[in-house]
């Protein structure tokens, strides 16, 4: 066992460290003013590409997996890493990163070498920063993913997208979108299949753009699909495999998912720092009476943290030597995110009436954070799915698995 | 980075396994009623060499990991914790006492922030017979006490001896050297988060397998999602408790105690959480002895008495946050 970060990961870790105290940070509290995103052509977002960072850092996927030495590579744990790292500068900012992203992620697991090159070789150019989009989630289908509607007609070499998609990050600056829908809604499951939808097609439109309550800096979009052809190159799953579709959805996000916690152990980190350093100026002196019940409640988030940190990694580790970790992932992600709110919440609490105006950190962290713990299946899907491994949780009413993404 | 165990600690803690569920599981409820582990378990135990494994100072030949170590602990104690207990006792407790450079026979090991004020008798502490009780405070102060024991009736851990102790006389008293003061807490409580993880992980098991054959309202309560969602909660806390004491013993590997305060922490919040859970989850069943759950849910609790307990753990635990 060694629980001690990779060294290879250390300049790649200052990088993102300095570029989230110079502009992460400093932007994502524009953006939160603002009420909306950085732009597409913001300059910012011409700057990282040159400095060779990509959004969600899955750039590296498309590699096999293992060196010439026969050993894992780190890629997931190096995604958590990063992750956690950008998103104790700011979350929001980190997810609008230019990059092939959580869209880009099912094609470099799942995507023939043409896909690739047609759809991920793009992000290597510097001409202009690019991004993908995860369609999933539908206006009627959140956590119940068997119930999305999106419909995929295939007509000759084409296939036809009808449907809507919500809550889809970078979604209106995308390039294209991997877009989840179904042959016939009666399969169930077994109709899935993604596809990738490029946003000059026709019939593809963005509805509009979520005002939402943190993570202001990430542009959260409506989409929708009216009679979109596609040629049938731009499948991602074979119809002819019943379920593939659906299982590459669950290997994404196994892979995503220790990333998300790591994020909400970045903020988690982020809001610790700011409680910390508002105690150790203001609990001396006359204020002296509250610091050992401060102190207790410090460490204890503290502790917090690093156990979901070491869930994270522990998930990731199974995730680059190509382990099942389903199981770990959900564990991961459903402890990380209510113990980073929590963290949030203590800082909130710590710096009384300070840490209920907008002026301080603490408060934008305590509104970014909560969204940990619905993005990419929510805490609920996660213990749905913890259960159903363990215990082979099913709700008969309605055949449901448990195999739920988010 | 990297979280597997080499061929070697997993024989280990294979062998640990081996021990546990041959000699310990089935004679749980009989060495509860005795209050105590017969001479032939110690004995066995002692024969499997998994005892030395405590002290790599002492045994060179065998120089198995703090992580496969406390892997084995934890898989003794999901057999019986109160055993395990009472093991570590024998097993460990000595070579702990002579690196603090105290002589003899060592019976238990208490942690008090001053050991000048401490109060005397001790109402509960496992001693397994025995009558020397080592005492280590804040500061370093040690001292090995000579005392007067009336076996007592106690919440749990019967297995381990639980016993009144009053002060005869200090036998030996001295200064214990920081790092070696250090080591002892640390040991302690990471030995001690062990033996909590291991009841959790048992008492989830348990729970696990009953919801499954147990219905109600026509279906099995496992598909009840007020049920399962129970499950996962536990689960999620014995995954926590298991990586903080894996982290905490990579650390005590190269002599940094800084980890084993937050497992002890982190496993007393998470145990008595998943024992109460796996209680409830039985129902009425679970409240009777006919299961274990209500043993180890009432072992956790007293476990967590133990080496100072909470509040000085977290007095460790929050030195320097503000």
């Known amino acids: 066992m060694d629980f001690s970060m990779p060294k290879s990961f250390d300049s790649l870790r200052q990088m993102i460290h300095f570029l989230g105290r110079e502009r992460l940070r400093p932007l994502g509290l524009e953006a939160d003013a603002m009420g909306h995103a950085l732009p597409p052509d913001h300059p910012f977002f011409s700057e990282v590409l040159e400095m060779g960072l990509t959004g969600g850092f899955a750039g590296k996927m498309d590699k096999p997996r293992a060196d010439d030495d026969g050993r894992a590579r780190k890629t997931v744990r190096r995604a958590v890493v990063m992750a956690e790292e950008a998103a104790y500068w700011d979350r929001g900012m980190a997810?609008?990163?230019?990059?092939?992203?959580?869209?880009?992620?099912?094609?470099?697991?799942?995507?023939?070498?043409?896909?690739?090159?047609?759809?991920?070789?793009?992000?290597?150019?510097?001409?202009?920063?690019?991004?993908?989009?995860?369609?999933?989630?539908?206006?009627?289908?959140?956590?119940?993913?068997?119930?999305?509607?999106?419909?995929?007609?295939?007509?000759?070499?084409?296939?036809?997208?009808?449907?809507?998609?919500?809550?889809?990050?970078?979604?209106?600056?995308?390039?294209?979108?991997?877009?989840?829908?179904?042959?016939?809604?009666?399969?169930?499951?077994?109709?899935?299949?993604?596809?990738?939808?490029?946003?000059?097609?026709?019939?593809?439109?963005?509805?509009?753009?979520?005002?939402?309550?943190?993570?202001?800096?990430?542009?959260?979009?409506?989409?929708?699909?009216?009679?979109?052809?596609?040629?049938?190159?731009?499948?991602?799953?074979?119809?002819?495999?019943?379920?593939?579709?659906?299982?590459?959805?669950?290997?994404?996000?196994?892979?995503?998912?220790?990333?998300?916690?790591?994020?909400?152990?970045?903020?988690?980190r982020a809001a610790y720092d700011e409680a910390s350093r508002f105690a150790k100026e203001h609990f001396t002196g006359p204020s002296a009476w509250r610091s050992s019940r401060v102190a207790d409640r410090l460490a204890r988030i503290r502790r917090k943290l690093d156990l979901a940190r070491m869930l994270a990694w522990k998930s990731a580790w199974e995730a680059d030597h190509k382990e099942p970790n389903q199981l770990s992932a959900a564990i991961a992600k459903a402890t990380a995110a209510p113990l980073a709110l929590e963290a949030a919440s203590l800082g909130i609490e710590i710096l009384g009436l300070a840490g209920g105006a907008s002026d301080h950190l603490i408060e934008k962290l305590y509104r970014d954070v909560k969204a940990l713990d619905i993005v990419e299946g929510t805490g609920q899907i996660q213990r749905v799915i913890i259960a159903r491994k363990l215990i082979g949780f099913s709700d008969e009413r309605t055949g449901n698995q448990g195999e739920s993404h988010g | 980075m990297d979280f597997s165990l080499t061929e070697e600690e997993r024989m280990v803690v294979q062998m640990a396994g081996q021990f546990a569920d041959g000699e310990l599981a089935p004679s749980m409820r009989t060495h509860e009623s005795a209050s105590t582990l017969p001479q032939e378990i110690l004995t066995a135990f002692e024969e499997t060499g998994i005892g030395l494994l405590g002290a790599p100072d002492i045994d060179p030949e065998m120089p198995v990991s703090f992580a496969a170590r406390v892997q084995a602990v934890e898989r003794l104690a999901q057999a019986d914790g109160a055993a395990a207990l009472q093991l570590w006792r024998s097993a460990w407790l000595p070579p702990l006492a002579t690196s603090l450079g105290i002589d003899g026979p060592v019976h238990a090991l208490v942690l008090v922030r001053d050991r000048a004020i401490m109060s005397w008798p001790l109402h509960f502490l496992p001693v397994g017979g025995g009558d020397r009780v080592l005492v280590l405070d804040d500061a370093g102060s040690i001292g090995l006490a000579h005392v007067e024991t009336t076996p007592t009736r106690a919440l749990g851990l019967s297995a381990a001896g639980p016993a009144a102790c009053a002060l005869l006389e200090w036998s030996q008293e001295g200064t214990a050297e920081a790092q070696a003061g250090d080591m002892a807490r640390a040991t302690a409580r990471l030995w001690g988060a062990a033996i909590l993880t291991g009841i959790a992980a048992a008492s989830l098991t348990h729970a696990s397998a009953y919801v499954q054959e147990r219905e109600s309202f026509g279906k099995p309560l496992s598909n009840h999602q007020g049920i399962a969602f129970m499950i996962s909660d536990m689960a999620m806390r014995v995954a926590g408790m298991r990586i903080m004491c894996a982290k905490a013993a990579w650390h005590q590997e190269s002599g940094d105690t800084c980890a084993s305060t937050d497992a002890w922490l982190e496993c007393i919040e998470g145990g008595l959480f998943v024992t109460s859970h796996a209680v409830q989850l039985l129902g009425g069943h679970g409240y009777t002895r006919d299961h274990p759950v209500e043993k180890w849910m009432r072992d956790t609790r007293a476990l967590s008495l133990l080496w100072g307990g909470v509040d000085l753990a977290l007095d460790d635990a929050a030195r320097g946050e503000i």
């Open chain 1, 95 to 268: 997810t609008s990163l230019p990059g092939p992203g959580l869209g880009g992620a099912p094609i470099m697991m799942m995507g023939t070498p043409d896909q690739k090159e047609r759809f991920l070789h793009p992000f290597k150019e510097k001409d202009r920063p690019r991004w993908a989009g995860f369609g999933m989630t539908e206006p009627s289908a959140g956590s119940d993913v068997a119930r999305i509607r999106t419909r995929l007609r295939f007509e000759g070499d084409e296939i036809v997208v009808n449907g809507a998609k919500c809550f889809i990050s970078n979604g209106a600056r995308a390039d294209f979108i991997t877009v989840w829908g179904t042959e016939n809604p009666a399969l169930g499951r077994a109709g899935h299949r993604a596809v990738i939808v490029p946003r000059d097609t026709p019939g593809f439109s963005v509805v509009g753009v979520e005002h939402k309550m943190g993570l202001n800096a990430s542009e959260t979009a409506t989409l929708s699909f009216e009679e979109c052809r596609v040629p049938l190159s731009n499948l991602l799953t074979p119809r002819d495999q019943t379920r593939e579709g659906f299982k590459g959805a669950m290997k994404t996000l196994n892979m995503t998912r220790p990333i998300v916690a790591g994020m909400a152990v970045g903020i988690g």
